[in-house]
């Protein structure tokens, strides 16, 4: 079983999503056109980076290990997952965002 670099980079965002999640800070806080009150937005997508960013470094995690494989069930229902709560993430950051 091969380690590809797609793999990496998303251990590495699920990294980013879970430790900003938790500070608080980065990229994602720094909207400055929200629509809401600044503690809601924040609460927001506190929790959805949480779960985001824990899917994402436990399934490209166990990839990168060698745990489990691309073609296994855990797999696909993981990646189901992540990608539906970063869909999430990208939503309420969507829908609590001022349009222009």
Wanted: proline share 0%; net charge positive; hydrophobic share 55%.
């Amino acid at each position: 079983m091969k380690i590809l670099n797609f793999d990496v980079m998303m251990l590495l965002l699920g990294v980013y999503l879970f430790v900003s999640a938790i500070l608080g800070k980065g990229m994602l806080f720094e909207n400055a056109h929200i629509n809401c009150s600044r503690q809601k937005y924040n609460k927001y997508v506190r929790i959805a980076g949480l779960a985001a960013g824990m899917i994402t470094i436990l399934n490209n995690g166990l990839i990168v290990c060698h745990v489990i494989d691309e073609s296994t069930r855990w797999y696909v229902a993981l990646w189901g997952i992540e990608i539906f709560l970063l869909l999430i993430l990208g939503i309420i950051n969507f829908k609590y965002t001022e349009r222009k």
